[in-house]
């Protein structure tokens, strides 16, 4: 029988899909890493298991421990499914600012979630950085993941998504293009492509206007999952040849246009990525292989990125666009 014992041996091995409709007119081949394949629909599975089984083999989670993370998005996710698989109880400290549907999922994947003000200060006692300490410390056999400081983020990436890149492309890739986050996708993957290339493949982060990567201060964007105001240290400032910034509104449109034009219901984070290789591809040779890699599916994002109310109140839907759009309807 054609079976999987566990859902957990499904993360990774993700699919490459080629890019043909939004790089028309560009040369080079572009190629998309479609992270959504993952169980829990999103890269984050993959830093998820390896956090967690390194953890066991320190001793650091024991059988029957809890997992304690202050996040609300797709390493909760990731963390839930592997810790429902291997028994473990899972705390989820979340800011008031998430949406119901995402508590709702960290929920239903069996996970406790406590609440917290957005509004206190990071030091207060009610910021959901304290109250994770907090758990952490009073919980008995508590572990705290931390994937913003925790080796295993990037190192997952270096065993696990940068072997698949390069397996995939029969060594043919020249460009890996990745949103920046924790930073552990693109640290980890691009240090792989650097070492197993000779230095050849170049690697180019896709970073939100006024995020510190691209040198901003870390002004808000609304772009989810990548930027940061803090330099984390799973970020590695060696491996990034260029970094490119991109809008919010950019970002929208293009995951608007993935969606239409290329089936692929991703998050914002996907058209920022796509964005950035799609200016990579503009200035690279015609058989340059450019791989982007896309962090997780859009269903998260109805309300927001799909939804044209939305679009129009942040001034992302423009005249051209929206006239598009009522052409599509008619
Ligand atoms: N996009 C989304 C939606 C994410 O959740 C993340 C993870 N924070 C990223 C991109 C960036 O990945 P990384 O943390 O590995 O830099």
Known sequence: MRVYNSLIELVGDTPLVRLRKVAKGLAPTVLAKVEYFNPGGSVKDRIALSMVEDAEKKGLLKPGGTIVEPTSGNTGVGLAIVAAEKGYRCIFVCPDKVSNDKLAVLRAYGAEVVVCPTTVAPDHPDSYYSVSDRLAESTPDAW????????????????????????????????????????????????????????????????????????????????????????????????????????????????????????????????????????????????????????????????????DEWMADYGFLSAETEEATAGQVL
């Open 144 to 307: 705290k993941p931390d994937q913003y400081t925790n080796p295993n983020n990037p190192q997952s990436h270096y065993e696990s998504t940068g072997p698949e890149l390069w397996e995939q492309t029969e060594g043919r890739i020249t460009h890996f293009v990745a949103g920046i986050g924790t930073g552990g996708t693109i640290s980890g993957a691009g240090r792989y492509l650097k070492e197993v290339s000779g230095g050849k493949v170049k690697v180019i982060g896709a970073d939100p206007e006024g995020s510190v990567y691209s040198g901003g201060s870390g002004r808000p964007y609304l772009v989810e999952g990548v930027g940061e105001d803090i330099w984390p240290q799973t970020y590695d400032t060696e491996i990034c040849d260029e970094v490119i910034a991109v809008s919010d509104k950019e970002s929208f449109l293009m995951t608007r246009q993935l969606a239409k034009d290329e089936s692929l219901l991703v998050g914002g984070s996907c058209g920022l990525a796509v964005a950035a290789a799609l200016k990579v591809a503009a200035t690279a040779a015609p058989d340059d292989v450019i791989v982007v890699l896309l962090p997780d599916g859009g269903r998260g994002y109805l309300g927001k990125i799909f939804n």
